[in-house]
């Protein structure tokens, strides 16, 4: 079956750092979302990518589809303690109603 | 209104208990979804219905029964589940049975089968 890994599984950083997390699938994807769940939260819709080497821009952070729509990044610049979360990236395949979630990547951000 | 709205927020059942959790969604999507999340892990898709028919079941055991009545309600029925069972159970629902747009997921139920 698909799989979607992403690394790392845990980030720990200052506040004002950047933050990277990769996502990559096993297969092809029609388009990958990303989801940021806060502890103790549910999971909250980011974005959607669609088209091979897509960016797309959220204020402090950026999103990227890889050209063989197999990969996916999230970067945050400057981190803040609002961006405290797991963030996972969700692949949307087959008929287009499946979506599997990655492995996600826990944020912590000290002051 | 943008929400799905998951009740009962937490549950404590016992293995020879039946209950149910119940999912309602008002902004007229067409797909809604039960995942299973354990801790520190990602969601598991369990149930995918579009326009109120079963699509997708990924193999889920028959204690978990899911009920769609009509599109704006999914319902999960328990029925002597284990201990392993004790998750959060997550209802999401979408625009489009393609999933475009992304899903917005409710709250959860907190559940714990003793």
């Known amino acids: 079956g698909q799989q979607v890994m992403q690394i790392p599984q845990y980030q720990h950083v200052q506040e004002g750092e950047d933050f990277t997390t990769y996502c990559n699938s096993s297969t092809t994807l029609s388009n990958i979302q990303w989801y940021k769940q806060r502890p103790g939260g549910h999971p909250v819709f980011l974005i959607q990518?669609?088209?091979?080497?897509e960016v797309k821009k959220q204020k402090r952070l950026t999103f990227q589809f890889g050209e063989a729509k197999k990969n996916s990044s999230l970067h945050i610049t400057a981190t803040q303690t609002t961006d405290v979360g797991t963030y996972f990236c969700?692949?949307?395949?087959?008929?287009?109603?499946?979506?599997?979630f990655g492995t996600g990547t826990q944020l912590k951000v000290e002051l | 209104d943008t929400e799905v709205t998951q009740t009962p927020k937490h549950l404590v059942m016992g293995m020879t208990n039946k209950k149910s959790l119940k999912c309602e969604q008002h902004?007229?999507?067409?797909?809604m979804y039960w995942y299973k999340q354990k801790a520190k892990k990602p969601p598991e898709l369990m149930f995918v219905y579009s326009y109120e028919k079963l699509s997708i079941n990924e193999s889920v055991p028959s204690r978990f029964s899911p009920e769609c009545p009509n599109s704006s309600l999914l319902n999960l029925h328990l029925h002597a589940l284990q201990p392993e069972d004790s998750a959060l159970y997550l209802c999401a629902s979408s625009q489009l049975a393609r999933g475009d747009y992304g899903y917005t997921f409710g709250s959860g139920t907190r559940l714990t089968v003793v």
């Open positions: 902004m007229g999507h067409r797909a």
């Open positions: 990518l669609v088209k091979s080497g």
């Open positions: 969700a692949g949307l395949t087959g008929g287009g109603n499946k979506l599997t």
